[in-house]
């Protein structure tokens, strides 16, 4: 069965560097989705995207994240100048069509910023 | 007060036992997830629903539009089933709840 896949699993990265969290959606989806997990804490939207653009953010996705699509198969989250609290679980899902469709989430980027 | 409330928080049951996890959620949605989280993280989508009943093999997802609840059972548990459930509301946008850690005892 096709699996959305991310990488890396585990990114350690000083504060204050840019990270960019890489996502390959499963290839005949259009629908895509960054969530973040905070240890211990609810999963939260963060964006989605459709049709190479965003179509909805939350709060949390302010000018420090973006995302990009920078080719057909990877679906990209950059956080710029990462501040400790950053530190979470971040995963991407994809779904084929807006509605009626669940989603498929991948495995997590487990990010840590030190 | 949280949008999207879960009960319970944590729940233990025996193997075989019949489960049931409650969801109750304050805005208008279009849909509600039921997701499940495996001790290592991972994320998999058990339930989509807008309106009624859903079953998938030993999981039954079930939705009240009117009461803004729903519940998901589990039949005849088994300690594979132990994972965090989390129900979550598409609104605007996502929004999840806490989650509620299951432990099904051999």
């Known amino acids: 069965e096709p699996e959305v896949t991310q990488t890396p699993s585990h990114q350690v990265t000083q504060m204050g560097q840019e990270v960019i969290l890489r996502c390959v959606p499963i290839?005949?989806?259009?629908?895509f989705y960054w969530y973040r997990q905070i240890l211990g804490q609810k999963v939260e939207f963060l964006v989605s995207?459709?049709?190479?653009?965003?179509?909805?953010k939350s709060e949390i996705f302010d000018d420090q994240f973006s995302v990009e699509r920078p080719d057909g198969s990877n679906f990209t989250l950059k956080i710029r100048s990462t501040k400790l609290e950053d530190s979470a679980m971040y995963f991407c899902?994809?779904?084929?069509?807006?509605?009626?469709?669940?989603?498929?989430f991948g495995d997590g980027t487990r990010l840590s910023i030190l | 007060k949280n949008e999207v409330e879960q009960s319970p928080q944590n729940l233990t049951a025996q193997e075989g036992e019949f489960i049931t996890i409650n969801c109750s959620y304050s805005?208008?949605?279009?849909?509600l997830h039921w997701l499940q989280q495996h001790p290592g993280g991972g994320i998999v989508s058990l339930f989509m629903?807008?309106?009624g009943k859903k079953k998938h093999g030993r999981l039954i997802a079930t939705i009240n539009i009117q009461e803004k609840h729903s519940s998901l059972h589990i039949t005849a548990s088994h300690p594979r089933d132990s994972a965090v459930y989390i129900c979550?509301?598409?609104?605007?946008?996502?929004?999840f709840g806490a989650g509620t850690r299951l432990t099904v005892k051999p």
């Open positions: 979550a509301v598409r609104s605007n946008d996502m929004r």
């Open positions: 290839s005949n989806h259009l629908y």
């Open positions: 805005v208008g949605i279009s849909a």
């Open positions: 899902a994809s779904k084929w069509a807006d509605s009626n469709q669940p989603q498929h």
């Open positions: 629903l807008s309106s």
């Open positions: 995207f459709y049709n190479n653009e965003i179509s909805e």
